[in-house]
């Protein structure tokens, strides 16, 4: 992926997509097939105010953000298209109040129909997995 390539993705996914600039998302690497973000925590994620844990819904609608950037990383025009078909999402544990790093990688790109696996990490651990088909269509 050239560079002006990868510096147009990157201010498309901190910048331009206004749920990515309200999460405070920062692209750590990008590559087409695979993207790395962090996420900042902040009071207004929480999902359990008694343990101040992400909310889970928030780590599941991050985990297909970062499968849509990959759909995203192999688009060869601006027409093309991504939609989400199916998301599943692992809760392996709980993610307490530190912010969360993002990862995601290509699994199978067919004609129409792209997958991709997520995981969400803290620290050593890693809080969620997950699996993304999208519909991917080329203009």
Not at 97 to 109: N, T
Request: hydrophobic fraction near 45%; aromatic fraction near 8%; charge should be positive.
């Amino acid at each position: 992926m050239d560079t002006i390539t990868k510096e147009r993705l990157i201010r498309l996914a901190e910048e331009d997509i206004p749920i990515h600039k309200y999460f405070g998302l920062k692209v750590e690497a990008i590559e087409k097939g695979f993207i790395k973000v962090k996420v900042p925590f902040r009071k207004d994620l929480v999902g359990d105010i008694r343990t101040n844990h992400w909310h889970g819904g928030i780590i599941a609608l991050i985990l297909d953000t970062i499968g849509g950037a990959i759909g995203i990383t192999n688009f060869k025009s601006p027409e093309d298209k991504l939609s989400t078909i199916d998301l599943r999402v692992d809760y392996l544990t709980f993610a307490d109040g530190k912010d969360l790093i993002f990862e995601g990688k290509l699994v199978r790109m067919g004609n129409r129909i792209m997958v991709a696996k997520m995981k969400a990490i803290q620290g050593e651990s890693v809080v969620a997995e997950g699996k993304g088909v999208y519909n991917f269509i080329r203009a």
